[in-house]
Antibody, heavy 121, light 107 residues
Framework: QVQLEESGPGLVKPSETLSLTCIVS????????WSWIRQPPGKALEWIGY???????NYNPSLKSRVTISVDTSKNQVSLKLSSVTAADTAVYYC???????????????WGQGTTVTVSS | DIQLTQSPSFLSASVGDRVTITCRAS??????LAWYQQRPGKAPKLLIY???TLQSGVPSRFSGSGSGTEFTLTISSLQPEDFATYYC?????????FGPGTKVDIK
C-alpha cells in the first residue's frame, strides 16, 4: 500500500518561495499521478495541481504563475514550489495520488498526513 | 471554473439517523464526482468516486448517486465515527474544484 509523507519548513516569509516534498513509499512513483491540495485554516480544500507519470503537469489557473510540481524518481519524492507567497498561502498542504482510468480521473485515493505552512514575517 | 455547492452546510444528527448531503455543479460533469470525509485534524479520505462507486474498504452504509449537475451522498445509519466534514469534488474539467463542505455534528 502506497504511503505519502509531506515535509518542509513550517514558516515561510512573505515574498519568498514555499518548498515542500512528499516522500512516496510502498509503490512506484513513476507509474502514478501525484497531486497537491491545500486547505487554509477553517476553510475548504483547494486543488493545486498534479504531475503525471510522464512528467506532464496541470495546475490550477489561480496559482499557475507561481506553482511548480516536479518528481525526483531517484529520491522517490514529489515536490511543490510556490513562489511569491503571501499570508493567503497559509494552509495545510497535502500530497495525494490521483485515482484514474485510461483517460478519466476519479479522485484522490491516498493522502499524506499534511504539513502546515504559515506565511509570516 | 465549475462551481460546486453543497447543502446543507451544517447538519446535526443522531447515531442511527439516515443522512443525505447534496452537491450541485454549476454545469454538467457527467459522473465525475468524488466524495471525501475529513475528520478534525486529519487528511481527507476518499469515500465514493465516479458518483456512485464505493472506494475499497469504505463501509456499505455510505452510498452515492446522481449525474449531470446534482449528486447525493447518503449515510444509511450514522455511526459515531461518521461525525466529520464531507466534501464533494468534480474531476470533469480543470481545475478540479471542491465543494465548500458539509459538517455533520452530533445532535
Amino acid at each position: 500500500q502506497v504511503q505519502l509523507e509531506e515535509s518542509g519548513p513550517g514558516l515561510v516569509k512573505p515574498s519568498e518561495t514555499l518548498s515542500l516534498t512528499c516522500i512516496v513509499s510502498g509503490g512506484s512513483i513513476s507509474s502514478d499521478y501525484w497531486s497537491w491540495i491545500r486547505q487554509p485554516p477553517g476553510k475548504a480544500l483547494e486543488w493545486i495541481g498534479y504531475i503525471s507519470d510522464s512528467g506532464n503537469t496541470n495546475y490550477n489557473p489561480s496559482l499557475k504563475s507561481r506553482v511548480t510540481i516536479s518528481v525526483d524518481t531517484s529520491k522517490n519524492q514529489v515536490s511543490l514550489k510556490l513562489s511569491s507567497v503571501t499570508a493567503a498561502d497559509t494552509a495545510v498542504y497535502y500530497c495525494a495520488s490521483l485515482l484514474r482510468g485510461l483517460i478519466d480521473y476519479y479522485g484522490m485515493d491516498v493522502w499524506g498526513q499534511g504539513t502546515t505552512v504559515t506565511v509570516s514575517s | 471554473d465549475i462551481q460546486l455547492t453543497q447543502s446543507p452546510s451544517f447538519l446535526s444528527a443522531s447515531v442511527g439517523d439516515r443522512v443525505t448531503i447534496t452537491c450541485r455543479a454549476s454545469q454538467g460533469i457527467s459522473s465525475y464526482l468524488a466524495w471525501y470525509q475529513q475528520r478534525p485534524g486529519k487528511a481527507p479520505k476518499l469515500l465514493i468516486y465516479a458518483a456512485s462507486t464505493l472506494q475499497s474498504g469504505v463501509p456499505s452504509r455510505f452510498s452515492g448517486s446522481g449525474s449531470g449537475t446534482e449528486f447525493t451522498l447518503t449515510i444509511s445509519s450514522l455511526q459515531p465515527e461518521d461525525f466529520a466534514t464531507y466534501y464533494c469534488q468534480q474531476l470533469n474539467s480543470y481545475p478540479f474544484t471542491f465543494g465548500p463542505g458539509t459538517k455533520v455534528d452530533i445532535k
